[in-house]
Nanobody
Framework: VQLQASGGGLVQAGGSLRLSCAAS????????IAWFRQAPEKGREFVSYISWSGSRTAYDDPVKGRFTISRDNAKDTVYLEMNRLKLEDAAVYYCAAKVYSYNTLYVARREDEYDYWGQGTQVTVSS
Protein backbone atom coordinates (compact mmCIF):
# COMPACT_ATOMS: atom_id res chain seq x y z
CA VAL A 1 0.00 0.00 0.00
CA GLN A 2 1.26 3.44 -0.90
CA LEU A 3 -0.12 6.88 -0.25
CA GLN A 4 1.63 9.61 -2.20
CA ALA A 5 1.01 13.13 -0.95
CA SER A 6 1.90 16.00 -3.26
CA GLY A 7 1.05 19.61 -4.02
CA GLY A 8 2.84 21.35 -1.19
CA GLY A 9 5.01 24.37 -1.73
CA LEU A 10 5.67 27.97 -0.81
CA VAL A 11 2.72 30.34 -0.86
CA GLN A 12 2.06 33.80 0.49
CA ALA A 13 -0.39 34.28 3.30
CA GLY A 14 -3.86 34.57 1.83
CA GLY A 15 -2.97 32.32 -1.08
CA SER A 16 -4.13 28.85 -2.03
CA LEU A 17 -2.76 25.38 -2.57
CA ARG A 18 -4.30 22.07 -3.51
CA LEU A 19 -2.82 18.93 -2.01
CA SER A 20 -3.34 15.52 -3.54
CA CYS A 21 -3.09 12.07 -2.00
CA ALA A 22 -2.82 9.29 -4.57
CA ALA A 23 -3.30 5.75 -3.31
CA SER A 24 -2.20 2.42 -4.70
CA UNK A 25 -2.25 -1.15 -3.49
CA UNK A 26 -5.62 -0.94 -1.78
CA UNK A 27 -9.29 -0.86 -2.68
CA UNK A 28 -9.47 2.88 -2.39
CA UNK A 29 -13.25 3.13 -2.26
CA UNK A 30 -13.23 1.00 0.91
CA UNK A 31 -11.10 3.46 2.85
CA UNK A 32 -11.79 6.60 4.79
CA ILE A 33 -9.05 9.20 4.30
CA ALA A 34 -7.78 11.97 6.53
CA TRP A 35 -5.25 14.74 6.37
CA PHE A 36 -3.04 15.51 9.35
CA ARG A 37 -0.32 18.10 9.71
CA GLN A 38 2.75 18.59 11.81
CA ALA A 39 4.41 21.93 12.39
CA PRO A 40 7.97 22.18 13.74
CA GLU A 41 8.21 21.23 17.40
CA LYS A 42 4.53 20.28 17.51
CA GLY A 43 2.68 17.02 17.47
CA ARG A 44 0.79 15.78 14.46
CA GLU A 45 -2.76 17.11 14.42
CA PHE A 46 -5.95 16.24 12.61
CA VAL A 47 -6.95 18.55 9.77
CA SER A 48 -9.73 16.97 7.75
CA TYR A 49 -11.52 13.69 7.02
CA ILE A 50 -13.57 12.22 4.23
CA SER A 51 -15.53 8.98 4.31
CA TRP A 52 -15.10 6.24 1.73
CA SER A 53 -18.03 7.50 -0.34
CA GLY A 54 -17.30 11.18 0.11
CA SER A 55 -20.67 11.68 1.76
CA ARG A 56 -19.21 12.64 5.13
CA THR A 57 -16.50 15.20 5.73
CA ALA A 58 -15.08 16.86 8.80
CA TYR A 59 -12.62 19.62 9.58
CA ASP A 60 -10.70 20.82 12.55
CA ASP A 61 -11.92 24.20 13.74
CA PRO A 62 -8.89 26.26 12.60
CA VAL A 63 -9.42 25.28 8.96
CA LYS A 64 -13.21 25.25 8.74
CA GLY A 65 -14.45 27.48 5.97
CA ARG A 66 -11.00 27.69 4.36
CA PHE A 67 -10.14 24.08 3.51
CA THR A 68 -12.19 21.65 1.44
CA ILE A 69 -11.59 17.92 1.22
CA SER A 70 -12.83 15.85 -1.69
CA ARG A 71 -12.11 12.56 -3.38
CA ASP A 72 -12.26 10.94 -6.78
CA ASN A 73 -12.56 7.20 -6.32
CA ALA A 74 -12.12 6.63 -10.04
CA LYS A 75 -8.64 8.15 -9.70
CA ASP A 76 -7.86 6.74 -6.23
CA THR A 77 -7.11 10.26 -5.10
CA VAL A 78 -8.13 12.59 -2.29
CA TYR A 79 -7.68 16.33 -2.51
CA LEU A 80 -7.34 19.08 0.07
CA GLU A 81 -8.09 22.52 -1.29
CA MET A 82 -6.55 25.10 1.02
CA ASN A 83 -7.63 28.72 0.64
CA ARG A 84 -6.84 31.91 2.57
CA LEU A 85 -3.74 30.28 3.97
CA LYS A 86 -2.33 31.62 7.20
CA LEU A 87 1.16 31.54 8.65
CA GLU A 88 -0.02 28.99 11.18
CA ASP A 89 -1.02 26.58 8.40
CA ALA A 90 2.65 25.96 7.61
CA ALA A 91 3.44 22.33 8.31
CA VAL A 92 4.16 18.98 6.76
CA TYR A 93 0.83 17.57 5.62
CA TYR A 94 0.20 13.84 5.70
CA CYS A 95 -2.63 11.80 4.29
CA ALA A 96 -3.73 8.62 6.02
CA ALA A 97 -6.13 5.79 5.26
CA LYS A 98 -8.28 3.46 7.35
CA VAL A 99 -10.82 0.85 6.45
CA TYR A 100 -14.23 2.47 6.25
CA SER A 101 -16.33 2.69 9.36
CA TYR A 102 -19.69 0.95 9.59
CA ASN A 103 -20.80 3.78 11.85
CA THR A 104 -21.96 6.37 9.37
CA LEU A 105 -21.84 9.12 11.99
CA TYR A 106 -18.31 8.50 13.24
CA VAL A 107 -15.32 10.62 12.23
CA ALA A 108 -11.87 9.22 13.01
CA ARG A 109 -9.65 12.02 14.30
CA ARG A 110 -6.87 10.12 16.06
CA GLU A 111 -3.61 9.08 14.43
CA ASP A 112 -3.78 5.57 15.85
CA GLU A 113 -7.04 4.91 14.01
CA TYR A 114 -5.28 5.00 10.66
CA ASP A 115 -3.53 2.06 9.07
CA TYR A 116 -1.56 3.63 6.25
CA TRP A 117 0.30 6.90 5.93
CA GLY A 118 1.81 8.92 3.14
CA GLN A 119 5.25 10.46 3.30
CA GLY A 120 4.09 14.05 3.77
CA THR A 121 4.27 17.19 1.70
CA GLN A 122 5.65 20.49 2.99
CA VAL A 123 3.48 23.59 3.04
CA THR A 124 5.30 26.84 3.71
CA VAL A 125 3.41 30.08 4.15
CA SER A 126 5.23 33.40 3.93
CA SER A 127 4.10 36.80 5.17
Amino acid sequence: VQLQASGGGLVQAGGSLRLSCAASGLTFSSYDIAWFRQAPEKGREFVSYISWSGSRTAYDDPVKGRFTISRDNAKDTVYLEMNRLKLEDAAVYYCAAKVYSYNTLYVARREDEYDYWGQGTQVTVSS
